[in-house]
């Protein structure tokens, strides 16, 4: 059974950054992207960033040229570089993997933007 386990939340000053990590437990074969999504309560879990396994990567647009997403191959972990951080960036922020075309989340991990 593979695992996501994220790490990197928590809270931080408006205009600060933070880095989110997420190490996959799988083979890097079969991965077709990775990603992260946030959810705050009573909202629906929204997209943030994308990565393929040729390193395309895909944003929303509320965080185009704030926030970077990368993987490293070598660890099986993708990471997400938040800058430049908004209250309105304050969510659970979820790890996903498509592996072999099945969706994996990771346990999510709380971004709390805030002075």
């Known amino acids: 059974q593979v695992q996501l386990v994220e790490s990197g939340g928590g809270l931080v000053q408006p205009g600060g950054s933070l880095r989110l990590s997420c190490a996959f437990s799988g083979s890097i074969f079969g991965i077709r992207a990775m990603g992260w999504y946030r959810q705050t309560p009573g909202k629906q879990r929204e997209l943030v960033a994308t990565i393929t396994g040729g390193g395309s990567t895909n944003y929303a647009d509320s965080v185009k040229g704030r926030f970077t997403v990368s993987r490293d191959n070598a660890k099986n972990t993708v990471y997400l570089q938040l800058n430049s951080l908004k209250p309105e960036d304050t969510a659970v922020y979820y790890c996903?993997?498509?592996?072999?075309?099945?969706?994996?989340w990771g346990q999510g991990t709380q971004v709390t933007v805030s002075s």
């Open positions: 996903n993997v498509n592996w072999y075309g099945s969706s994996y």
